[in-house]
């Protein structure tokens, strides 16, 4: 070995010891600091409560416009039933009885003989009644009178343990049916209402039916309202 040769190799392994030391510097420098993960940790966290909440409001905005959907179906499908039936009675009609101070108005709402909406031949038959569970009349129903029964999220008809299809789950349908003045349709005036000047009598005013539809679920303390509808008989 000659002078080069040593002074090569110890500059080798200088230059080895000196990566070494490099390297040894580096592995004790390399990983993150508890600080770093604690960082990244957070930035984390706020980006996936960011999507929980953003997931949380579309499914609030869903249930929501499905809900709205769904109420102005039940309102749609009870005016067509009542939307050719005209405003009074067609045998009785609405009139007072007895004259002056004594008249007592007859006709409005259902007659005897109807006990059943099925039986309702005329608008005013309907004022205040609400089909649904509990309600006047088991319901929600359709423009033919029938329950619509509760679909289930596969597209199947709900069945009680008879197997018979139960009626839509929390939902109701309610009616309101007033009488307007015949130019201002927005003032409502009583049933027993008329006017003279001009001239209308108590059973030519327009009448006009208010159509809500109600949905309680399973955790709501009250019905609330989802949809409605309203239309004028002329
Ligand atoms: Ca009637």
């Not at 040769?5 to 004790?28: K, L, M, N, Y």
Request: net charge negative; hydrophobic share 40%; proline share 6%.
């Amino acid at each position: 070995m000659n002078a080069h040769e040593v002074i090569d190799r110890a500059g080798v392994q200088g230059r080895v010891g000196r990566r070494e030391g490099t390297r040894g510097r580096s592995r004790r420098r390399g990983g993150f600091t508890l600080l770093e993960a604690a960082l990244a940790l957070v930035i984390l966290g706020v980006g996936v409560l960011a999507l929980i909440e953003s997931q949380a409001m579309f499914f609030a905005h869903n249930r929501y416009s499905t809900s709205a959907a769904t109420g102005m179906y039940l309102c749609t499908e009870l005016r067509e039933r009542m939307r050719r039936l005209p405003r009074h009675d067609p045998v009785t009609g609405l009139y007072f009885e007895g004259t002056g101070q004594s008249a007592t108005l007859q006709g409005w709402g259902p007659e005897t003989s109807e006990t059943s909406f099925l039986y309702y031949n005329d608008l005013d038959d309907y004022d205040g009644a609400t089909f649904g569970a509990g309600a006047t009349f088991a319901g929600p129903i359709d423009s033919a009178g029938l329950a619509i029964s509760e679909v289930m999220p596969d597209g199947t008809i709900m069945e009680n343990a008879e197997g018979e299809p139960v009626s839509m789950q929390g939902w109701s349908q309610r009616v309101r049916v007033e009488k307007v003045l015949p130019f201002d349709t927005s003032t409502a005036v009583a049933s027993n209402a008329t006017q003279s000047s001009p001239p209308v009598a108590v059973d030519q005013f327009p009448l006009r039916v208010t159509i809500t539809a109600f949905y309680q679920g399973p955790l709501d303390a009250a019905p609330r309202e989802m949809a409605r509808l309203v239309f004028i008989q002329p």
